[in-house]
């Protein structure tokens, strides 16, 4: 007895007026869900094996040819792939509802325009409010293939079962997911292992002592710096532990999201090329926006002037600013954080 998904069904009328074929048939039991052999390459198919095939066909059975031979049944009989309905290519249901949503998401960009990054990102910046923004990233990552990597599908899951809100997690994976396309990086399978490690870049802080997750990042000491330094190894650990299948480079980019172009950041302390873009890019997301909030220092700052000092690097306690050259002229080229009145003076 042999798997089912080993062979393609054919129908005897296929067969034709041939009575010597050169390749093996088989016969599929239902009842069973096994393939078994009928009749050997080269056999003639008499009136009696005839007979006997009509009846098993007749009580719901079907007739098989091992798919290794697939090319020599083609041949003999002259079909082509799509001549037998076992061997076309099926659209998954899922595949059938992406082109729906795709069709969707070229109606809403003629009706709203295409996504300009900058002036979209201005907008939410002035006006508090990522809102639309998140909204354009769900409409995409809902367009993403089931075909291309567990990574990728899960991160279309995600996109579109949270990004329902304008909250600080879904302004960092809206905004690293077109700092990534505006530097260049547009496949859907980097996308996705970028938008699961924005979901899950900060899991490990849930196992530290809740007081750090409150405190400002400058007033631990140190003792608590080096237990919040822990909280990238504990998300690794914690996403290896739970069995969720994600990608190396995902992973990497959870446990790499806190080093730093020269060397300074953390676990690893490692330095340029040895550290993947997707990390610097969802690093210095995270960081703006952790500034910006108060979460390093306390206070809240206006992300613009967190962005002009990024952009001058003016020195500001906490503010970091090695995140690479590609990942910083994008960040600074971006925004125009200089107003009329800059401009004018």
Request: hydrophobic letters at 35%.
């Amino acid at each position: 007895m042999s798997k089912v998904r080993d062979y393609f069904f054919i129908d005897i009328e296929h067969l034709g007026d041939k009575k010597l074929f050169p390749y093996h048939l088989f016969v599929y039991n239902p009842n069973s869900d096994s393939t078994s052999p009928f009749l050997k390459a080269n056999t003639p198919l008499v009136k009696d094996k005839l007979d006997f095939l009509e009846f098993i066909l007749s009580k719901g059975g079907r007739l098989a040819v091992d798919k290794r031979q697939k090319n020599t049944f083609l041949t003999t009989h002259s079909y082509k792939e799509d001549d037998i309905e076992d061997l076309q290519e099926k659209v998954h249901h899922l595949e059938e509802e992406r082109e729906r949503k795709i069709k969707e998401l070229e109606k809403q960009t003629q009706i709203l325009g295409e996504v300009k990054f900058k002036e979209e990102l201005l907008g939410a910046i002035e006006d508090n409010d990522f809102s639309a923004l998140i909204e354009r990233v769900r409409l995409e990552t809902d367009t993403f293939s089931v075909r291309v990597s567990h990574t990728v599908s899960l991160a279309s899951y995600l996109c579109g079962l949270l990004l329902k809100e304008d909250n600080f997690i879904n302004r960092i994976v809206a905004v690293s997911y077109y700092l990534a396309k505006n530097c260049d990086m547009k496949d859907e399978e980097t996308l996705g292992d970028l938008i699961c490690a924005a979901f899950f870049s900060h899991l490990g802080i849930t196992q530290l002592d809740y007081k750090l997750g409150s405190k400002p990042h400058l007033e631990y000491n140190k003792a608590e710096l080096k237990e919040y330094k822990k909280h990238p190894n504990l998300s690794h650990h914690l996403l290896t532990k739970s069995g969720v299948e994600l990608s190396d480079r995902c992973m990497n980019i959870i446990f790499q999201h806190h080093e730093r172009n020269d060397g300074s950041g953390y676990p690893m302390y490692k330095k340029g090329e040895h550290i993947d873009q997707l990390s610097l890019i969802l690093g210095a997301v995270s960081h703006i926006f952790e500034y910006s909030q108060g979460k390093v220092t306390g206070t809240t700052t206006d992300l613009k002037t967190v962005i002009r000092n990024l952009k001058n690097k003016t020195f500001t306690a906490g503010l970091e600013f090695e995140f690479g050259d590609k990942i910083y002229e994008s960040l600074t080229t971006i925004i125009n954080t200089e107003s009329n009145s800059d401009n004018a003076a």
